[in-house]
């Protein structure tokens, strides 16, 4: 213990407190969710998850228990998820690393918190096990395909993306391995359920640790024409604020800048050099419809104004609202020709649309059920 607190310059209390304010964060985090507020039995589950990790460290130094926290916040904040998901993530490592058995949950916390977690442990141990690499494919199809419940792969992906934003304490040699793993096995399936968002971090993530130079590179010409895309932007939108105004919408309008990822992944692809690619800043409109019935319609209002200020590009029109993609999204995405001779993917989406495109699977219960949300139930 000695050896370890010298290792780690966290002090017990530090940590304590660290750990007090990171989960007073997940239950604030809660709270203001539209979720049916079961903050006993989340806070039961953190207290029995802190004394089954007790003594335990990462390799940050941090107490082992910041981690399963931080899982149950990217399911709260990140996902959307409800309290069964968020006892789980806070439970996903008991089984596996401590004494207690999947029974022990099951007696605690009732038998669908102890299928989640049992789910979890069953991936953490036989799917991504040493021949990982080597089956990838097959644990793909596994991971798709062996769970009951949709919130065990949730929840796995959590669990990997926390992995990866904290993948810098790990050794080289595990850092790549965790990174390809995440790019070829993770990413595709937070794509194949919707999770855009995080399918874009995991893909960058583990470009940047794959591809360290090459990352710095991109970064660094993004960092340099910032201004000159700022510029752009500012001048593309001032006539549209001005249209979406006198229409009388409610709405955002929001930069999209390619991720050094999906550059280098264009450049490879086209074999063209950062310079050639044209489409590294896009514009998403996001806005309230006066009535969801009329939310596709709006999208096409939208359009029209939009096509009265700039010339549209007739071949790259999507059109993903009456048919959206299998994962759920659903969008208008149309090129414009701006005022500086630069075409500027814009895509059209509404407040529900945008929540889908970005949280998937956990959105789409959410519409399901109405406002106040059931996933709570299990």
């Given amino acids: 213990m000695e050896e370890q607190k010298k290792q780690y310059p966290i002090t017990e209390e530090e940590g304590e407190k660290m750990v007090d304010e990171a989960f007073q964060h997940l239950l604030d985090s809660y709270v203001a969710s539209p979720h049916r507020k079961k903050v006993d039995i989340i806070t039961k589950a953190f207290h029995f998850a802190r004394q089954a990790h007790k003594g335990v460290r990462r390799l940050s130094g941090e107490p082992y228990i910041m981690h399963p926290i931080a899982v149950a916040q990217i399911a709260c904040s990140e996902m959307g998820l409800g309290s069964t998901s968020i006892c789980s993530a806070l439970l996903h490592d008991v089984v596996e690393d401590t004494d207690y058995t999947v029974e022990d949950i099951s007696n605690i916390f009732g038998p669908k918190i102890a299928q989640i977690v049992d789910g979890l442990t069953k991936i953490s141990g036989g799917i991504f096990g040493e021949q990982a690499s080597a089956q990838a494919e097959n644990f793909k ?28 304490s790990q050794p080289a040699n595990k850092q790549y391995k965790i990174a390809g793993e995440t790019l070829y096995i993770y990413a595709p ?73 999906s550059i280098w992944n264009k450049m490879q692809q086209k074999h063209v050099t950062f310079d050639q690619i044209y489409d590294i800043l896009a514009v998403r409109i996001i806005f309230t419809p006066s009535r969801e019935e009329v939310e596709i319609n709006e999208c096409f209002d939208i359009y029209v104004a939009l096509s009265k200020i700039y ?68």
């Fill in 141 to 168: 199809k596994l991971l798709l395909t062996m769970s009951e419940d949709i919130r065990v792969i949730l929840i796995k992906i959590c669990d990997r993306l926390h992995n990866m934003r904290t993948l810098a």
């Fill in 311 to 378: 010339k549209s590009h007739p071949d790259r029109m999507r059109e993903w609202l009456n048919h959206p993609k299998a994962n759920g999204y659903q969008a208008l995405h149309v090129t414009l020709m701006s005022n500086k001779g630069r075409w500027i993917e814009v895509q059209i989406r509404s407040e529900r649309m945008d929540e889908v495109a970005e949280q998937g699977f956990a959105a789409h219960w959410k519409y399901k059920e109405g406002a106040e949300i059931t996933e709570d139930e299990g």
């Fill in 189 to 261: 399936l937070a794509n194949r359920l919707g999770l855009n968002k995080i399918k874009s971090e995991l893909e960058n993530l583990s470009f940047r640790f794959e591809h360290p130079e090459e990352y710095a590179k991109i970064e660094m010409q993004l960092s340099e024409t910032a201004g000159k895309r700022d510029e752009l932007f500012n001048d593309f939108i001032a006539p549209i604020e001005a249209a979406l105004g006198k229409m009388g919408l409610k709405y955002r309008i929001i930069k999209r800048v390619k991720t050094p990822y």
